[in-house]
């Protein structure tokens, strides 16, 4: 009884771990990774406005 615990564990676990390999390799690696940015800019006496421009 204890030796096909142990067997099914085994099994389970190379399983498990080529469902991981397959899974990295299949995804593809060199996706661009786009970052959003903003920028403020303060204008001289008028210190509670900023302008926000969102690019694309």
Do not use: P, W, Y
């Not at 204890?2 to 390999?21: P, S």
């Not at 390799?25 to 210190?47: F, L, P, R």
Request: some cysteine; hydrophobic content about 45%.
């Amino acid at each position: 009884m204890r030796n096909n615990i142990l067997g099914g564990l085994v099994i389970f676990v190379v399983v498990l771990t080529c469902l991981l390999m397959l899974d990295d390799i299949s995804n593809v690696k060199d996706q661009e990774v786009q970052k959003e940015s903003a920028q403020i800019e303060q204008i001289e006496g008028k210190t509670d406005l900023a302008v926000v421009e969102d690019s694309e």
